[in-house]
């Protein structure tokens, strides 16, 4: 069969999801994906006897079977559920930071991670609370906003969720001011800020809020077996529901007829398949930029792209240790490592190679014990650059510097925990921007998609969702999507695109 | 509580109301240039993994009494954009595939680079290609100069890195398996590596020796050569053993090791007896060959590649990519020791027999029922669902 109800370019998270929603609803679909593995960035590799995750920190939304994070009620939407084992976190970080004193425990959950701002500050319980009470009235008013399919009644926001539409315009760094919170608590709750790679004065409050409330409130998980998992369950489920996966089968044109209505895509070598419907997970100055025949791209999509502001692009070094977590004296999984605890100073620094200013770093043996043989552990390091400064970086330097990037992490982290690791690295991997512009081909090697900018954040996005497309047949979801980054987010862009598509298709049914 | 910004009644809600005008407005505002897709980054990308490159033998020169060396240089139509134009740039120490249609077969094999990273850039790589095996067999009797072939990426992790590795590298080969260490060696003459290297190298004769030792009397290597059939001035005689190897060990070594499965198993032991850390060596691996069946058996093996389904015999004693091969099925791989993952692969049903030390598949990999057919030997009829080769 050349002809597919819907075609997907790139078995990304928000592609395999897309895919699955399409193929739930009996429609045929066949994912494209240029890479020999499904996933994007949700995948692992192994060297020697350690097999390193490629991206994941924590998953946040997947919660209990008993107290369901979203993500979770989405996956089991979509039949992949109990394709998955998770990992629940105990602990939500471990902030360093030995400019500003910093070093503490923050657990998961609500009354806990209040109660441990206690040690930050004698009212910091009391701060927390109410952050928590604010952070949850946004994340309602989300919630209703998205029942109401994005047409709230103006009465019941304004009676429900008046500190929502308040807080609606302002970006993190102005809702803090307004908070008047102390400094070190403002720094505590500010710690996730690299999950979402905006700085303060950029990121809408409101995105920010909303994650802080689902972390602390439903925890984190990790799959079982790294990411890849959930891209392999993703592509069984897609083959149980009759769908077509192909590797290696890069998408170099979106087609489209006399009308300008997408009619199908054309691969590397060559081939074409028709289809009426195709959803891009993969970046919008790619797919306007490149897939498309430059008279087929409205203006205002190249508006709309230009606006937009490339996020971080990514930086992490995978360690094979031969000695185990203990033995180290590593106890948390999950590292924050920060010159400063001020965003936009770390977002600056970030801009240049040589300042490795902010450090997430994963020991992920104090998740799973068993991730890697006895007697050794995996630590990962990430860190972003603000900027395109590996662009400058010749072939010939290319290696030199990306050890040296690394080593500098390494020792950042050595310093910050008071380990030693350096001299028991088994196996290390680095990954640069370029190692991701290589397998998910992403301009500059983004691994965030767009920014959260000041007008381009959370909300924004999704009143404009439909206001942002512009060719008939064409949808675009995943990191680069309305929900911007992260795991959830992609998925249940991907997901939310093949919902719209659906009702596309429907449309053209009638 | 009450969230407030600005002390001016209905500012916070008005702005709020405000913010999709206002992105609607800055859309407008922006120009409608064409997008730019690909930077710095992305050409970098491209330039160090093009993926599969097309390249033409330029020169065939015996360098031993079982080793040629093979020149290749880019061909026309080769991939983008490394194809005609220059070789991607490397580290000392990998390796690249090369694939063509041989007779009715598919063969595709890897070769270990004898050049250094720079030398490379002049235009020509230099592979070593021992005289075994039927692909090489080809390339050294049948191949000639202009023969084009599919170059995969230089590849492999068998490299010297200054993070995980000490500054002085004790390097142990045999017979071919000093081609990775050429390379090094050549690095480190030309300045673009820094560490100190030690090569033991055992050859049967002066004869299998297939490089000049002259060539490396160069700050930074030393050199011992060990001959195992004849007694020669300058050469060791006998066996690579631990009291030859410790005259070479200082607290600043790695081992590297590039050779046959037996030399591994000899020289660990003999390290293992000088209380050598294990974490410290590490050695390139060999390709998957046959495995001994107490009885030949052929199954029916089912391949999918994309919408293509493809019917032929498989062997138990053989690896899955062999049977592909052999039936001209364009069969992608690339390491051919299952470490690589660049073959990775579905089982839609059958039973396999992986073993345990070729066995680097990922843990979901193992749960949801993929293999790497490099490594995989069938035990029953299979149906697989391989990925298409996309030169």
């Not at chain 1, 009470?133 to 019941?156: F, H, N, S």
């Not at chain 2, 673009?192 to 030792?213: N, Q």
């Not at chain 2, 160069?218 to 001035?233: I, K």
């Not at chain 2, 060999?286 to 032929?312: A, M, P, W």
């Amino acid at each position: 069969m050349d002809k597919y109800d819907v075609i997907v370019i790139g078995a990304g998270n928000g592609g395999l999801g897309a895919a699955c929603r399409i193929l739930n609803e009996g429609k045929s679909c066949l994912v494209c994906e240029k890479h020999n593995i499904p996933g994007g960035f949700a995948t692992s590799f192994v060297r020697g006897r350690f097999e390193f995750e490629a991206s994941l920190h924590e998953f946040n939304g997947i919660g209990t079977p008993e107290d369901p994070g979203s993500t979770r009620i989405l996956f089991e939407e979509l039949g992949v559920a109990d394709k998955i084992e998770w990992i629940q976190l105990k602990d939500a970080y471990h902030l360093i930071s030995e400019a500003e004193g910093y070093d503490f425990v923050m657990p998961f959950g609500w009354e806990a991670f209040a109660k441990a701002n206690n040690q930050l500050h004698p009212d910091g319980e009391k701060y927390v609370n109410e952050f928590l009470e604010l952070c949850r009235q946004i994340r309602d008013a989300m919630a209703y906003i998205g029942e109401t399919k994005g047409k709230p009644d103006p009465a019941v926001m304004m009676e429900k969720y008046p500190d929502y539409l308040a807080c609606g315009s302002y970006s993190v760094n102005e809702a803090f001011e307004a908070l008047g919170y102390p400094k070190v608590i403002v720094d505590n709750l500010n710690t996730y800020w690299c999950y979402l790679g905006a700085d303060g004065n950029s990121l809408s409050f409101l995105h920010y809020a909303n994650m802080i409330y689902s972390y602390f409130t439903k925890g984190a998980t990790i799959p079982k077996y790294r990411s890849h998992e959930l891209s392999l369950a993703f592509e069984e489920r897609i083959h149980e529901l009759g769908g077509d996966i192909w590797f290696n089968s890069e998408v170099v044109k979106i087609l489209t007829d006399e009308e300008g209505h997408v009619c199908g895509v054309r691969l590397k070598d060559g081939r074409e398949i028709e289809s009426r419907h195709v959803i891009a997970n993969c970046s919008p100055h790619v797919v306007y930029g490149k897939l498309m025949d430059s008279e087929a791209v409205p203006e205002r999509a190249l508006k709309l792209t230009n606006f937009r502001k490339l996020a971080g692009r990514g930086f992490t070094v995978f360690l094979g240790i031969s000695k185990s977590a203990e033995e180290l004296g590593l106890k948390d999984h999950n590292y924050f490592i920060y010159d400063t605890a001020d965003s936009v100073k770390q977002y600056e620094s970030m801009k240049t190679i040589g300042n490795t200013a902010a450090q997430a770093t994963v020991c992920l043996n104090n998740a799973d014990p068993d991730c890697s043989p006895e007697g050794t552990c995996i630590i990962y390091m990430t860190t972003l650059f603000t900027d395109d400064a590996w662009s400058s970086v010749g072939k010939e330097d290319y290696f030199k510097t990306k050890n040296k990037v690394a080593a500098d992490m390494i020792a950042r982290f050595e310093k910050a925990t008071g380990t030693n690791i350096h001299d028991y690295i088994e196996e290390i991997a680095i990954a640069t921007p370029e190692t991701y512009a290589r397998y998910c081909g992403h301009p500059q090697g983004t691994v965030y998609g767009y920014e959260s900018q000041y007008y381009d954040g959370l909300m924004n996005r999704i009143q404009m969702v439909e206001e942002d497309r512009f060719v008939p047949g064409l949808r675009i979801g995943g990191g680069y999507g309305e929900r911007l980054l992260g795991f959830p987010s992609s998925y249940k862009s991907g997901v939310n695109e093949a919902r719209r598509t659906l009702r596309d298709i429907e449309k053209e049914g009638r | 509580m009450a969230f407030k910004r600005s002390n001016v009644p209905g500012e916070d809600i008005k702005l709020a109301m405000e913010m999709t005008a206002k992105r609607r407005q800055l859309i407008d505002e922006t120009p409608a240039a064409p997008l730019v897709y690909e930077y710095g980054v992305n050409r970098l990308a491209k330039a160090l993994h093009p993926g599969f490159v097309k390249v033409a033998i330029a020169e065939k020169t015996p360098c031993s009494a079982d080793c040629v060396k093979i020149g290749l240089r880019p061909a026309a139509g080769g991939g983008e954009p490394a194809g005609g134009v220059e070789f991607p740039y490397f580290r000392a120490g990998q390796f690249i595939t090369l694939s063509c249609r041989a007779g009715d077969s598919f063969l595709s094999r890897p070769y270990s680079i004898i050049s250094s990273p720079k030398e490379a850039l002049g235009g020509m790589l230099e592979i070593m290609v021992q005289r075994k095996g039927i692909f090489s067999t080809f390339l050294i009797n049948e191949a000639s100069e202009g023969t084009e072939l599919w170059m995969g990426e230089p590849s492999g992790d068998f490299c010297h890195d200054s993070i995980r590795d000490r500054n002085h590298i004790l390097a142990i080969a045999g017979g071919s398996g000093v081609t990775p260490f050429l390379s090094m060696m050549k690095a480190i003459r030309e300045g673009s590596e820094e560490f100190r290297l030690t090569l033991v190298y055992g050859a049967r004769t002066r004869a299998h020796i297939p490089f000049d030792p002259e060539d490396f009397r160069v700050e930074g290597v030393d050199m011992v050569v060990v001959l195992s059939e004849e007694e020669a001035e300058g050469y060791r005689h006998g066996f690579i053993t631990a009291d030859l190897l410790k005259e070479y060990i200082d607290a600043d070594t790695s081992v590297f090791m590039c050779g046959p499965d037996a030399m591994y198993r000899f020289v660990q032991g003999e390290l293992k007896d000088l209380g050598f850390d294990p974490t410290k060596i590490r050695q390139e691996r060999n390709s998957v060959g046959d495995r001994r069946v107490s009885e030949i058996k052929l199954f029916r093996l089912t391949v999918h590649i994309r919408d293509s389904v493809y019917e032929l015999d498989a062997a138990n004693n053989e690896t899955l990519i062999t049977a592909m091969e052999r039936a001209g099925i364009p069969a992608v791989v690339r390491c051919r020791n299952g470490s690589c993952g660049f073959c990775h692969s579905r089982v839609v049903n059958g039973e396999y027999f992986i073993d345990s030390k070729d066995d680097f598949r990922r843990a979901a990999d193992k749960k949801f029922n993929y293999i790497h057919p490099c490594s995989t030997y069938p035990e029953s009829d299979m149906e697989i669902d391989i990925p298409i080769m996309n030169p």
